[in-house]
């Protein structure tokens, strides 16, 4: 298949376009390299594709590109790229939500209409659940997101539909739980409590540490996504967690046992827009598109440990 992966630089991008190659892909892939976090990070993300003959890269901003002579060619398109953070989503910060996260879905849909594109596969988030006791979260809880980043990720979602009952794009949502593994993003809190271990210095834990996240390994994510382009099913939206709930204290514990060193906490107040609990129930996805989590959160952990000691030196240069 001819692939189109949008954010292609990016953690999960950037793992993606590595799979569709090794199953035997074409990729071409697209990133405006945002400076969200820097752009060695991300040029470091794509090594060993650049050089792919099976792999094209275009590094321009999605809004601003003339997308149509891209997309003529395409068969799946896997639609990753987005302004990400809850945190940095309050404030004039915003903008870049709007621009990467609405703006940029809209344009690519534009381009995609009446082409022959079999499956536009777009990255959506737990967060536009926001805070809910009925846990797990099926796609039939109601979305109430409490942070502006949940809200343009809902909106992307939306206009992903619109753009399937309207003019038959042949789109399927995914909604991501907290993704980790290696080259997972510099803001997120398992990439920051690793690097604290590693330097020896306090882990900066936000709230009591009782907030539980379903965390899904990103090779759970990266099977989810073919799934979803292989599969016959459109108009979808459809949950794709890790199988279990982890509180952070239980993965502070778990990765003093993986350091084997003492982890010392320095706890700060819990920040606005970050939900309380996520629990994903995937039943739909088992059933429409045959996923099934299969890393679990200690050998996930171990993973993204021994990936970032070998790395830390990525992240230290400014
Ligand atoms: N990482 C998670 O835990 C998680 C959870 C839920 C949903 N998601 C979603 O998954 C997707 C990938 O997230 P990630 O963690 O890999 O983020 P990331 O920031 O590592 O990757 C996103 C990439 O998109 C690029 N980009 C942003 N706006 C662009 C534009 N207008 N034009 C071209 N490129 C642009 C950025 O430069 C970046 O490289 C996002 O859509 C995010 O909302 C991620």
Redo the contacts with the bound molecule.
Sequence with gaps: MRCLV?????????HLAQKLIAEGHDVTG?????D??PRSI?EH?LKGLKDNPRFQFIE????R?DMEKHISRIDWVF???????VRTSWGNYFE?YT???I??TQSLLEACKGTGIKKFVY?????IYGDSDDLPLTEESMPKPISP?GVT?LA?EHLCLLYWKNFQVPVINL??????GPR??PD?AFNLFIRSILKDEAIVLYGDGEQTRDF?FISDIIEANLLAAQSTVTGETINIGGGSQTSMNEVIRSLGEISGKTVRIKKHGAQKGDVRHTLADVTRARRLIGYNPRIQLHHGLREEYEWLSKNIGLYEKR
């Design positions: 949008t954010g292609a630089a990016g953690f999960i991008g950037s697209i990133d405006c390299f945002t969200y976090y991300k993300n321009q901003d999605l809004v590109m639609h990753q790229a987005a302004q990400a953070g870049h621009h990467d996260n703006l940029a990255a959506s988030s737990s967060s980043y990720k992307g909604r991501y739980f907290t993704v980790y997972q993003r997120m899904t």
